[in-house]
Structures are given as structure tokens and as C-alpha cells.
């Protein structure tokens, strides 16, 4: 009889549970034998990742016993949180599964390697969709680990049984089942190899408790690389080079893409050999310094406007490129990325260039320097952009301009410092204001536009870069989504200075709704004391009602040296000038 149908006690008693022949207690396991959990973390170890993100659930305790390497080692540390962080896996949990998977998704693009989540059978799974949904659309390397009701008594109705890689088909590079503890291993090494590999991705895969608690030889490990991206075509290149020398206009466009494929120099070396003007997106934000002329972000309008030839470099034609359809008639594209899923047609795409965007970047960066009355127009018209904004950075009205706080978090900013935007109004702000001086230290949803993501998001970058200036800027609203998990920055000790941009509302709703109907509905919050709520959860907090009182509410927030709200009540009728929904 295989192991998995062997047969079960009428219900679970614990006792049980470790006696029953399909598992293999934890402290049986010899140097031979692993049980599913260390598999699991050997491969994920192997795959370079160094944290695993949970909410306790017990269809997945292997994976916590080998995260932090057994029983004994446990008992003989007296510090438990110190055991969960040293590892051999740190071990990361949250207080609701969505800002577990936030933070593992954060963590494939800060650091370029997969994130990864563990989390129990049923609601954990179901907790941690939008989350994955957020890595599909932003192309993030992450693996999520489901626990789920064993074989043995599938169909018979066990607690939270559920058939999950259908629910996340859709959203993932690939979503399975391991029913059998000696494929974990393979499969473990499979599923971090996908994520990484281009396209990158999500992945899911669910293992039943009769296999992930059971017992099979250790696997000699294989290291097999992720796929890269091919050698770019030559005539596309070719045809592309040709249209930049003879482009009047040009506009480089630099997307995530740059920062996950690691084509940060290449993009630097073209953009100083060529002159070009640059409009960063996403995390190509930072690639190209605030301090450099030819980063004219705020210049987007005029730019896309007036360009004659634009060449996205590693992001989506999507709504935030206006389809890719930039001035009218639309100016010829080049769309340069990694994979042929990403070369979506649009009617203004010249060039597709599919492949390594160093080597493609490496070889347009030959050329002639674009025009300088072009560049100084361009780079003129952002001046004047960050000029005009300058009242509003100033403003000393009552109630506060939500501009105002960025007037004073701007010069508290170091080149070092991670900035997170999880909200509506109040995050655009920020993206018209922060312009961020590394890649990698930027940090929004991207195209799922979840709101919530912030804690997660928070967390990741606390953890990946200790000590590291943290922000984190949220709506209102968007606070609500995951506010108890201030009380897992404070357990985890991630001194992240939060803002909430308080307007009492769902102003990204709100003022739109109005715009179309005239008048808003379900768009009004109460003025929360949400410090307080930090407070209560073991951090600091504030509210600010006085624009001259943000500054010093700042600092005592950036010395606090834990989780710190800065609350601050702005004006709700001070609406984000916006002239798309993004639709
Ligand atoms: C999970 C989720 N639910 C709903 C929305 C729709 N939505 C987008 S922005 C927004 C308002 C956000 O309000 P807040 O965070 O207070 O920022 P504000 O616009 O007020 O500055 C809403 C409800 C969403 N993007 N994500
Ligand atoms: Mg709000």
C-alpha cells in the first residue's frame, strides 16, 4: 500500500498524527533522510533566497522545523526570535498571509532572486492571491509554498480542502501538486529555477500533509541556472540602430526590466554616450540619478508628446505608456525586452527587440549624440515642472496640502533611503515628487495597483537592507488594509518611519466620481487616530495637524528607532491633478 493511503486514525489527534505510518516524526530524521520541509529548504537555500514568509498553519510545519533546523537547536538557544531569524531559512511572520506574499514579492525585486511564502492549506492559499497577482503583473521571481488537506482522505471533507493550483492558474507561471515526499526535492528546485527564469514569475505549487510530513532520501543537488534572456536578433538591431541615428527626437524609456535583468550599466553607458533624454518607470526609477540633465521624467507630457522615435527599454506598452502610442500620429517604437510575451503588438511598434537588454543597449549606445537643443528642451521643461511645484512643496495652509509633506520629507531624504506608496491620491504625489537617486529603493504595486501592499512591502526592505533609511507612505484607506502588521515590523524590528497622508477618504475614487456623476458616494472615512493605533501595536506615532509641525514629527519619527506613524490630516479637497484612470 502506498504510504499516503495508509490507513488514518477517524479524526486527527496530534499523537496521532506523528505515529500514523505516511509521516515521519522530525527527530527520526537521519543525514540521509529528510523530511519535506527540509527538501524544501535545502533547494530554496540552494536557489539563493534567505527568508521564507508565513503565518503559522499547521499543513506546513516541516517548513518552519527546517527553517530553523530542528528541535534541538531550538531548545538550545534561549532566544526563540533569534533562532527564527539566524536560519538556516529566516523565518518571517505576519499577521495576515497577504502582506506575507507583499513582502516575498518585494523581495524578488529588491533583491533579483526569488521571494518565497509559505502558507497553510484553504484561507492561507486564498489570502495570498492578491499577492501573486501582484508578482504576475510586475514579473517578480516568486515561489509560494501552499499547504493542503491530505490525499488520504480526499473528498471526505477534511478542514479546508481545496483544489488550489486551478484557483491560480491563471496568475502564475506554472501552479501543481507534489503528492509524493521523494519528488519535493525535484520539484522545490523546479519551481525557484521558473521564477527566475525569463520571463520571471510566480509560482505555485501545493503539497498535501501526508507528503510534506513524510521522509525520503536526501537528493544529490544539481545546480541548474535559471534561463536567461537570448542574444537579441541582429537585423532587429540593425533596424533599430538605424532609426536612433536618424531619430530628430528620441526618447529612451527605462522600465523594470533594466533593474531585474541587471542592465543598470548598460542603460547608464547609452544614455551618457548617446545624450538621449530618459523617462524612468517603476523600478527603472533611480538608474538614472535625480542629478542627471537627461532624466526628465517630469518633462513626460512635452516628451511623449513631441518625441519622433521612443524606445522602451524593459516595461509593458501599457496604460502608464498610453498603449505605446505616444504623440499624434503616433511616433515610431522600439520595444526592447526579454521574452517574447512581453513584445505585445501595438500599431506604433517599429522594432520588437526580444532578448539580453545589456547586449541590446550595449549596441545602440554607438552613435551620435542626440540634438542639444532637443535634450535642453526637454530637460527645460522639467525644470520648470519641479519649479512650478514649488508652492505647493511650501504650502502653509490649514488644513495641510498633502504636497507639503513631500516639501519636507524631500530634504530628509538620503541616496540610501527605500520609499514605499501604498494608496491612491496621496501615492501619486509621491510619484510626481520623490525621484529616487539608486534603482532598487523605490517601491510601489505596480499595474495590479493593490492597495495594502505597504506593511509587506515595508518589511521586505527592512530585511533586505538593514539600516537603510525606510519610508513608508500610505492613503488613508490604503492604511486599513493591513494596519496589524505594524505589530510585525515591531516584532521584527524595522524601524520604518510611516506617513499617512490623511484625508479622511478615498480621494482616488472620490474626486473621479464626483468628475463623472457630479457627486461621490461610500468615498468618506472617519479622521482616525491611526498613530494610535501604531502605539497600541508596540510602535510610535503622531498626528500632525500643522504644516510647520511635519518636519520635526519627521525626525522624531526617522530617530525613533521602530515602527513610527506620522499622521497627518490633509486637506480632502485637495485632489491629485489627474487626466487618466487608467483605463
Ligand atoms: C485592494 C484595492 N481595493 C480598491 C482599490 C480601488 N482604489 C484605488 S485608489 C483608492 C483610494 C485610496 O485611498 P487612500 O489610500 O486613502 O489614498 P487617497 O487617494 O485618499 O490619497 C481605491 C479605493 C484598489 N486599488 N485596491
Ligand atoms: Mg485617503
Known amino acids: 500500500m502506498h504510504p499516503c493511503r495508509a490507513p488514518l486514525p477517524r479524526c486527527y489527534p496530534l499523537p496521532a498524527l506523528l505515529t500514523w505510518p505516511g509521516f515521519s516524526s522530525v527527530p527520526a530524521m537521519d543525514d540521509q533522510s529528510l523530511h519535506g520541509g527540509q527538501h524544501i529548504v535545502d533547494s530554496a537555500r540552494a536557489a539563493g533566497v534567505t527568508s521564507v514568509f508565513t503565518l503559522s498553519g499547521a499543513h506546513v510545519f516541516p517548513v518552519y522545523d527546517a527553517a530553523v533546523g530542528g528541535r534541538v537547536r531550538v531548545e538550545s538557544t534561549p532566544d526563540r526570535r533569534a533562532v527564527e531569524r539566524e536560519g538556516p531559512l529566516r523565518l518571517v511572520d505576519t499577521r495576515h498571509e497577504q502582506t506575507a506574499v507583499f513582502a516575498a514579492e518585494a523581495v524578488g525585486r529588491l533583491t533579483r532572486t526569488p521571494g518565497f511564502a509559505a502558507v497553510t492549506a484553504g484561507p492561507g492559499v486564498t489570502n495570498a492571491v492578491s499577492g501573486i497577482a501582484t508578482a504576475w503583473f510586475n514579473r517578480t521571481p516568486l515561489v509560494v509554498l501552499g499547504g493542503r488537506s491530505p490525499d488520504s482522505r480526499w473528498g471526505q471533507g477534511a478542514l479546508q480542502e481545496l483544489d488550489q493550483p486551478p484557483l491560480l492558474a491563471s496568475i502564475t507561471k506554472d501552479a501543481w501538486t507534489t503528492h509524493d515526499v521523494a519528488q519535493i526535492r525535484g520539484d522545490a528546485d ?99 540619478p535625480s542629478s542627471d540633465h537627461r532624466l526628465v521624467t517630469r518633462a513626460r507630457s512635452t516628451a511623449f508628446r513631441e518625441a519622433d522615435l521612443v524606445i522602451v527599454v524593459g516595461a509593458p506598452l501599457d496604460f502608464r505608456l498610453g498603449y505605446g502610442v505616444f504623440g499624434d500620429p503616433g511616433a515610431p517604437v522600439v520595444h526592447i525586452v526579454e521574452h517574447p510575451d512581453d513584445a505585445v503588438p501595438a500599431a506604433t511598434v517599429e522594432v520588437a527587440l526580444v532578448g539580453d537588454l545589456s547586449a541590446a543597449l550595449e549596441h545602440l549606445a554607438d552613435g551620435p549624440y542626440v540634438d542639444a537643443a532637443w535634450a535642453t528642451r526637454l530637460h527645460d521643461a522639467a525644470r520648470a515642472a519641479v519649479d512650478a511645484d514649488r508652492a505647493d512643496l511650501e504650502s502653509t495652509s490649514d488644513p495641510i496640502h498633502p504636497a507639503r509633506i513631500y516639501g519636507e520629507l524631500l530634504p ?20 510626481r515628487y520623490v525621484e529616487p537617486d539608486q534603482p532598487g529603493r523605490w517601491l510601489d504595486p505596480g499595474p495590479y495597483g493593490c492597495l495594502g501592499t505597504g506593511p509587506g512591502f515595508a518589511l521586505a526592505a527592512g530585511i533586505t537592507h538593514p539600516g537603510a533609511p525606510l519610508f513608508l507612505l500610505m492613503g488613508d484607506g490604503a492604511a486599513g488594509f493591513a494596519l496589524s502588521d505594524i505589530d510585525t515590523l515591531v516584532r521584527h524590528r524595522i524601524p520604518a518611519v510611516i506617513v499617512v497622508g490623511n484625508n479622511a477618504g478615498w480621494a482616488l475614487e472620490k474626486h473621479p466620481m464626483r468628475w463623472l456623476y457630479g457627486y461621490d458616494v461610500i468615498a468618506d472615512l472617519p479622521s482616525t487616530r491611526y498613530d494610535e493605533i501604531a502605539i497600541a501595536l508596540g510602535g510610535g506615532g503622531e498626528t500632525v495637524t500643522d504644516p510647520a509641525q511635519i518636519g520635526p514629527a519627521l525626525d522624531r519619527a526617522m530617530a525613533a528607532g521602530m515602527p513610527y506613524l506620522v499622521n497627518v490630516l490633509t486637506d480632502p479637497e485637495a485632489a491629485y491633478p489627474r487626466s487618466t484612470l487608467g483605463i
Do not use: C
Not at 542603460?267 to 526609477?285: E, F, Q, S, T, Y
Open 190 to 288: 523546479r519551481a525557484f529555477r521558473l521564477a527566475a527564469s525569463v520571463r520571471r514569475g510566480p509560482v505555485f505549487w501545493d503539497i498535501p500533509i501526508d507528503a510534506i510530513y513524510g521522509s525520503a532520501p536526501r537528493v544529490p543537488h544539481e545546480a541548474v541556472e535559471p534561463s536567461r534572456a537570448g542574444a537579441p536578433d541582429p537585423d532587429a538591431l540593425a533596424r533599430a540602430a538605424h532609426l536612433f541615428d536618424a531619430a530628430k527626437r528620441p526618447l529612451v524609456i527605462l522600465g523594470s526590466g533594466v533593474w531585474m535583468s541587471d542592465s543598470i550599466e548598460a542603460a547608464r553607458h547609452l544614455v551618457a554616450g548617446r545624450g538621449v533624454p530618459v523617462i524612468a518607470n517603476g523600478m527603472g526609477r533611480g538608474v538614472i
Open 412 to 431: 530628509r531624504l538620503t541616496a540610501d533611503a527605500v520609499v514605499i506608496g501604498d494608496g491612491g491620491d496621496f501615492v501619486s504625489f509621491a510619484g
